[in-house]
């Protein structure tokens, strides 16, 4: 197997992944790997001492359940059919095989290994560790189309449990140095990947309910899910205050604050007047009975230059990059008359433009609200983008609405 001669050659890679797979098969501390949505941080799914590192690390609530990541089918059959603890006399009947159950079979066809997560039974006698499952009695699974992933749980040869690998609440990591700003000091190893490709976590389906249900939108979405035998009539079971689902949120993350940056973040709906969401903008950036506001914007359409303000508004009539390493971030000076007095102070407007292409947007979201929050914004105003523009613009809107303390639509 080509891996197998990887490793023999010792590429610095080879060596990283068999360091990382070392640490996570003897340690308790957790392992960050890069997944084609977002950086993970991986525990072997087996033992409950490295689960426990992973709530420890991101002070994770401990009833909300982990996603189980395995490399291959024949990992998630040797889940589903753990070996039994007493092995049973020859005379006993044989126990049936479990097999995934058939509803799955068109899905993991189509879209594993990738950025779908299903909801198994968990099998008597499980070799999954309690705390994967926070005691619920079914399992989250995928199987992950980063190979550097699947390199990973294959050399460690066990399955990974694995949430994003952000501290609780803050927005999910999709570069090793997101990971690095939140954890270190309390994980020892980060395997860099790159940046993450989709930019929003994995879409999480229960096909154990009729009809199958979407506990949360990600990476593949309901018009694609529907396309597939059984899953025609999939139902929403998430709340993102759009939808009219009643219940309380059946993938148990869903309830918690997440995404949020430490500014507060307002949400400007998709068919909010441009005109309108620029006026607002400007009129928070010239108020001077408003604090110390530096505020930062993430907009998806072209808004007028300097932000329209009048030339002898703007310090420098042209903005700036803050950072060659961040493109399409900006920053420009806007002095503040105090009223009543003579002397003029100067806020700070941060313009992140994210483009108006949905994957471009999906890609960068997390790594935008980052970047402005650690130029300590005090408010970040957000261009939201339709639902209606299909299945990740409904993910996005979604990590947003949870991010934001306000939506408003002018
Ligand atoms: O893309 C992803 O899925 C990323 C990468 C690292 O793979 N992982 C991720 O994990 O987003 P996490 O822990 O941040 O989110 C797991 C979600 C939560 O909303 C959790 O409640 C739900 O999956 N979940 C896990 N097991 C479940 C179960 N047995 N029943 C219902 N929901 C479950
Ligand atoms: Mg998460």
């Known amino acids: 197997e080509w891996w197998a001669e990887e490793r023999k050659l010792q590429t610095p890679e080879a060596k990283a992944i068999e360091e ?41 609530p401990s009833d909300n359940p982990l996603i189980v990541h395995v490399d291959s089918i024949e990992m998630l059959n040797r889940l589903l059919n753990p070996s039994p603890q007493i092995p049973s006399s020859p005379s006993s009947t044989k126990t049936p095989r479990i097999s995934i159950p058939e509803i799955y ?40 189309s980063s190979a550097l992933a699947r390199l990973l749980i294959h050399a460690t040869d066990r399955p990974l449990a694995a949430p994003s690998a952000n501290a609780s609440t803050k927005p999910s990591p999709t570069t090793a140095q997101h990971v690095y700003h939140d954890l270190h000091g309390r994980i020892e190893l980060i395997l860099d990947g790159g940046a993450s490709g989709v930019g929003v976590e994995s879409t999480v389906v229960d096909g154990l309910c009729h009809p199958p249900a979407i506990l949360r939108p990600g990476g593949i979405g309901i018009e694609e899910l529907r396309t597939c035998p059984g899953w025609e009539s999939v139902t929403v079971a998430y709340n ?6 009643k219940e309380i949120p059946r993938a148990p993350g869903m309830k918690y604050r997440h995404y949020s940056p430490k500014a507060r973040v307002v949400l400007f709906e998709a068919d909010s007047h441009l005109n309108g969401v620029v006026r607002h903008v400007q009129k928070d950036l010239q108020d001077s009975a408003i604090g110390a506001h530096n505020i930062g914007i993430i907009r998806t359409r072209n808004w007028p230059q300097g932000l329209g303000l009048a030339a002898s508004d703007v310090l420098a009539s042209t903005m700036r990059p803050v950072s060659s390493a961040i493109e399409n971030l900006h920053s420009f000076p806007v002095p503040v008359q105090e009223t009543g007095s003579p002397s003029s102070r100067t806020k700070i407007a941060y313009d992140y433009h994210l ?15 980052r ?17 209606r523009d299909g299945d990740l613009a409904a993910a996005v809107m979604n990590r947003l609405r949870k991010a934001a303390g306000a939506e408003m639509k002018v």
Do not use: C
């Open 20 to 60: 990382a797979a070392q640490i996570l098969r003897t340690s308790d501390i957790p392992v960050a790997f890069p997944t084609e949505t977002v950086y993970g941080l991986g525990a072997d799914a087996t033992r409950s001492a490295s689960v426990q590192g992973i709530y420890r690390a991101k002070q994770r």
């Open 105 to 144: 079979e068109p899905l993991l066809d189509r879209f594993w290994p990738g950025p779908l997560t299903i909801i198994l039974p968990n099998p008597s006698g499980s070799d999954l560790a309690p705390e994967v499952t926070s005691n619920l009695t079914t399992f989250g699974v995928r199987m992950p």
């Open 240 to 245: 993102d205050g759009t939808l009219d689902v």
């Open 355 to 369: 483009g108006s292409d949905t994957g471009a947007i999906a890609h960068g979201l997390f790594a935008a609200l």
């Open 371 to 387: 970047a402005l929050d650690e130029l300590d914004v005090d408010v970040i105003y957000v261009e939201g983008i339709s639902d």
